[in-house]
């Protein structure tokens, strides 16, 4: 015995009432009706839906510029943040005439984030140089294949006339900062 932590085991005759197991039916039954009648731990989801906080990290969004145009600029810093290598992205270079579709000269082609991967800590949300990638309160919705949670551009970028408020996720300091129409970042 290396621990010296032995116990001795003693088969113990069970009393009357315990060999009748009345009373630990009678126990185990009013722990059941307590519990009956104890205001539940779940909710009817969807159509109940749970109190969620204002800076809740959920589905991610590809923020549009003021004009309409895609802030990302496919520069990497959001996948390189990734703990769990959910980001995947492939750039391109914006042609002429492409000016209102794509903020900066360089834009993301493909940008995929793969939601099974994603454990919503939103740190691409606090890598991105560009303000173009906030987590929102979406709820990532269920599906029956794998394939269905890569989320690609046309479920990420926001509509053009149906823009998704992040600026709870923003800091009043950021918020500030935003104002100063002479920095480069604002224009
Ligand atoms: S929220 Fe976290 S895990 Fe999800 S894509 Fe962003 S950095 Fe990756
Ligand atoms: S979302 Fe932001 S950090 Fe990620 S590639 Fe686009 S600009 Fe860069």
């Not at 113990?12 to 009648?37: C, D, N, Q, V």
């Not at 989801?45 to 496919?74: F, M, N």
């Not at 209102?100 to 984030?113: G, N, P």
């Not at 149906?162 to 100063?180: A, G, M, Y």
Request: glycine content about 4%; some cysteine.
């Amino acid at each position: 015995m290396l621990t010296n932590r032995s116990k001795v085991v003693v088969q113990k005759k069970m009393t009357f009432w315990e060999r009748i197991y009345l009373p630990a039916i009678l126990s185990g039954i009013s722990i059941t009706i307590k519990h009956f009648f104890k205001k539940g731990a779940t909710v009817r989801y969807p159509e109940t839906k749970r109190e969620i906080s204002e800076v809740w990290r959920g589905q991610h969004v590809l923020k549009r510029d003021e004009k309409g145009a895609e802030r990302c600029t496919a520069c990497g810093l959001c996948a390189v943040a990734c703990p769990a290598e959910a980001i995947t992205m492939v750039a391109a270079e914006r042609k002429k005439g492409e000016e209102k579709l794509y903020r900066e000269e360089k834009y993301a082609s493909t940008y995929e984030i793969n939601m099974l991967r994603c454990i919503f800590c939103g740190l691409c949300e606090e890598a991105c140089p560009k303000e173009a990638i906030f987590l929102t309160d979406r709820i990532v919705s269920t599906d029956y294949a794998r394939d269905g949670f890569i989320y690609g551009k046309d479920k990420l970028v926001e509509e053009v006339d149906e823009r998704i408020d992040v600026s709870k996720r923003q800091t009043p300091s950021v918020l500030e900062f935003k104002k100063h129409k002479q920095f480069s970042h604002n224009k």
